[in-house]
């Protein structure tokens, strides 16, 4: 094999080259590689914590909404109950209201009852009167006595 200066030359400016890419070419290149993948590797981090922030909204965003769903169904469950309190309360008034009308109704019952017992005493004593007139101005026949005592206990 014969070395001839072509190829020393060429293995020279070869390696002149390589140590000019070395030195001025391959750091450059490395550094935009290596920042590149820096931000490559940000992103993807960022991104990670992204998926991981939405997760987690979306867990306190379904639990929220589960609260509230809990507290409407509450706030549902109280206002029905005082539904049914106010309606008991309306309906024991209005028991409370009858019985004092009752009441009242009774008592004026009771007046009328008194009233129309005096109205018959004195209309029983009129008749009683006006029989013992008829009596006193007949004879004293027994069989008419019986007679007008049956007319009067009729007209009582």
Known sequence: MQLNATIIGQTIAFAVFVWFCMKYVWP??????LERQKKIAEGLEAADRAQRDLSLAQNKVAD???????????????????????????KEKAREEGL???????AEIDMEIQRAKEV???Q?????????????????????????????????
């Open 28 to 33: 450059p290149i490395t550094a935009a590689l």
């Open 64 to 90: 929220e909404l589960r609260e509230a769903k809990q507290q409407s169904a509450e706030i549902i469950e109280l206002a029905n109950k005082r539904a049914n309190q106010i309606v008991d309360e309306a």
């Open 100 to 106: 004092r009308l009752i009441a009242g109704a009774k």
């Open 120 to 122: 018959l005493r004195s």
């Open 124 to 156: 029983v004593a009129a008749i009683a009167i006006a029989g013992a007139e008829k009596i006193l101005e007949s004879s004293i026949d027994q069989a008419a006595n019986e007679e007008l005592i049956k007319k009067l206990a009729a007209e009582l």
